[in-house]
């Protein structure tokens, strides 16, 4: 058996090397899972091969990137990166927008899959302990979905357009929720992705999105022949209780929430992906959380470890 050897504030701790933790932890540089397993074994051969039952994370991490490296730099980069990102003491805090439909919950999984976190918080299910707190006689729009609140503004819409009042009035009530659990989360120093359509670029408060390990990402679909299909995917499946009427009766309003939600992303700097190819997503969306926490990898490694 071989014993990995950490260290948590000061304190010495050994665990089994484990294929499975190391493959998860490969899987940021793009590798497939079956790929990632099978470098795992190998990694895992060749220590045993050479009497080594004893090893500090830091060596391992660094036999990794050296075995990757041959098998391919990028992703070895990739690894290393990832690495330096997870080196700080500060929870990561992934806030995922998009309008209905666009795969703001798929990406969400897919990506805390990719990073190994382990906390993905909706949006919809914030505003479902709302809805059950708040009366629909006191604040009717969460009662409803983001695009057709304006149909419950109880005054004559005040704004140019209804829609948008009613999506950000909406926004702006569950977004009092997001705003707590990011809160939660800095406090307890617990990594989390939160997604869905109240996620708003210009909506949270300023020094919670200004933090330096807080990123926002939109997600958009900007083709709307491709936006309505994935509706009809979500909704085929027969355990899916959403009704694909609701969605495609109010598909305009859905795109007008989508391009509020581009304009703000493009008036507050936030990163705007059109999520069409799965993987390229995904890969952007890692990329991006790279560049922002933890900058380029300078190729020195020290400590940290991959498993929260
Ligand atoms: N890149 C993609 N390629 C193909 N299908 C996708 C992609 N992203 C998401 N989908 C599919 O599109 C559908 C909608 O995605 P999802 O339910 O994640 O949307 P959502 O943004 O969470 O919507 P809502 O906010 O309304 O819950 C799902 O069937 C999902 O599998
Ligand atoms: O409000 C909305 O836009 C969607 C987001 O998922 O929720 P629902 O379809 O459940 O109303």
């Keep these: 058996m071989i014993w990995v050897v950490g260290n948590i504030e000061g304190n010495q701790y050994k665990e089994p090397f484990s294929k499975g933790v190391l493959a998860r932890s490969l899987r940021v540089s793009r590798l497939g899972l079956d790929q990632a397993y099978e470098i795992a074994n190998e990694i895992e051969k060749e220590l045993l091969e050479r009497d080594i039952n004893e090893i500090s994370v830091n060596d391992l991490a660094t036999y990794v990137a050296d ?57 919809d299910m914030i505003r479902e302990v709302m809805r059950k707190i708040v009366s629909k006689d006191l604040n009717p729009v969460i009662h409803k979905s983001s695009f057709d609140a304006y149909e419950s503004i109880r005054t004559p819409a005040i704004r140019v357009d209804a829609v948008i009042e009613g999506f950000i009035s909406h926004v702006d009530v569950v977004n009092v929720g997001v705003e707590a659990i990011i809160e939660r989360s ?22 919670l999105i200004k933090k330096d390990n807080v990123i926002m990402l939109i997600l958009t679909v900007d083709d709307e022949e491709t936006h309505k299909q994935r509706f009809y995917t979500r909704c085929r499946p027969p355990w899916v209780k959403r009704s694909l009427e609701h969605y495609m009766e109010n598909f305009e ?50 400590s940290g470890t991959d498993n929260d």
């Design 67 to 123: 075995y990757l490296n041959n098998v391919d730099p990028e992703v070895s980069s990739k690894y290393k990166n990832w690495r330096e990102v997870r080196k700080s003491d500060e929870p990561l805090i992934i806030l995922i927008g998009g309008a209905s439909g666009v795969g703001t919950s798929s990406m969400a999984f897919e990506l805390a899959n990719r990073l190994g976190l382990k906390n993905i918080i909706s949006t």
């Design 186 to 207: 800095l406090k307890e120093g617990i990594s989390v992705i939160i997604e869905g359509v109240h996620v708003v670029p210009g909506f949270i408060r300023e020094d």
């Design 253 to 302: 309003t859905i795109r007008k929430t989508q391009q509020f939600l581009v304009d703000q992303a493009k008036i507050h700097n936030t990163h705007v992906i059109n999520n069409v190819d799965f993987r390229t997503t995904i890969d952007s969306m890692v990329n991006e959380i790279i560049k922002e926490f933890g900058g380029e990898n300078d190729g020195n490694e020290e």
